[in-house]
């Protein structure tokens, strides 16, 4: 069955930097854009950065362009989301996801186009 398990999350300094794994299975990785999204406590769920599956055309929110960077591993099934730089206000449970078709174009950021979902990581950016 389709699954998506997010790994690689943690504390993490203000200024510091981790990478966020989407490890998929079930499906071809290689047919299906892959999202980001993230949610903090008492907010709605936003999205973060998606990839295409057909060109890599990669989308960005604004909040975290230039310091978050997403790619895939078709080899290894698997999306990643290097984060920089990070912010307290990047704090947050998140979440990948798969869209439901090979290019999300201007609706990566609407949940209700993507078909599967992880169950998250914590992301906490304190000091």
């Known amino acids: 069955q389709v699954q998506l398990v997010e790994s690689g999350g943690g504390l993490v300094q203000p200024g510091g930097s981790l990478r966020l794994s989407c490890a998929t299975s079930?499906?071809?990785?290689?047919?299906?854009?892959i999202g980001w999204f993230r949610q903090a406590p008492g907010k709605e769920r936003e999205g973060v950065s998606c990839?295409?599956?057909?060109?890599?055309?990669?989308y960005y929110a604004d909040s975290v362009k230039g310091r978050f960077t997403i790619s895939r591993d078709r080899a290894k099934n698997t999306v990643y989301l290097q984060m920089n730089n990070l912010k307290p206000e990047d704090t947050a449970v998140y979440y990948c996801?798969?869209?439901?078709?090979?290019?999300?174009?201007?609706?990566?950021?609407?949940?209700?186009?993507?078909?599967?979902w992880g169950q998250g990581t914590q992301v906490t950016v304190s000091s």
């Open positions: 990839i295409s599956s057909s060109d890599g055309s990669r």
């Open positions: 079930g499906f071809t990785l290689a047919n299906y854009a």
């Open positions: 996801a798969r869209y439901r078709g090979p290019v999300p174009y201007g609706l990566w950021r609407s949940r209700v186009m993507y078909d599967y």
